[in-house]
């Protein structure tokens, strides 16, 4: 079992940038994969980024060359760097892990969550 907790959200305009943090409970993490979901009011769930134990990324086409997933071993975090924010990357951003490999964006097979933490781009 690993806790996640989310941090570094915020308003921000257009054309900037934010990092967020996810900072697990245990090392156990590392053998996850990683992976950041947004959902905006009204709106499904949606996958962002991942990152698996081989530190392969993967992204969804709207967010390719603008957010960036890593992860800091020693300090049991990954981050989601996002730059030239759009007013429509406004949403709550959740940390999501699961065991094995990354195969696609479904939440469904996501076993621990984090709390989530407010973008807001204006």
């Known amino acids: 079992h690993v806790q996640l907790v989310e941090s570094g959200g915020g308003a921000v305009q257009a054309g900037g940038s934010l990092n967020l943090s996810c900072t697990a409970s245990s090392n156990e993490y590392r053998t996850y994969c990683m992976a950041w979901f947004r959902q905006a009011p009204g709106k499904e769930r949606e996958g962002v980024a991942a990152i698996d134990s081989e530190r392969r990324t993967s992204y969804a086409d709207s967010v390719k060359g603008r957010f960036t997933i890593s992860q800091d071993n020693a300090k049991n975090t990954v981050y989601l760097q996002m730059d030239s924010l759009m007013p429509e990357d406004s949403a709550v951003y959740f940390c999501?892990?699961?065991?094995?490999?990354?195969?696609?964006?479904?939440?469904?097979?996501?076993?621990?969550w984090g709390q989530g933490t407010q973008v807001t781009v204006s």
């Open positions: 999501a892990a699961k065991s094995g490999w990354f195969y696609n964006f479904d939440d469904t097979v996501y076993t621990f």
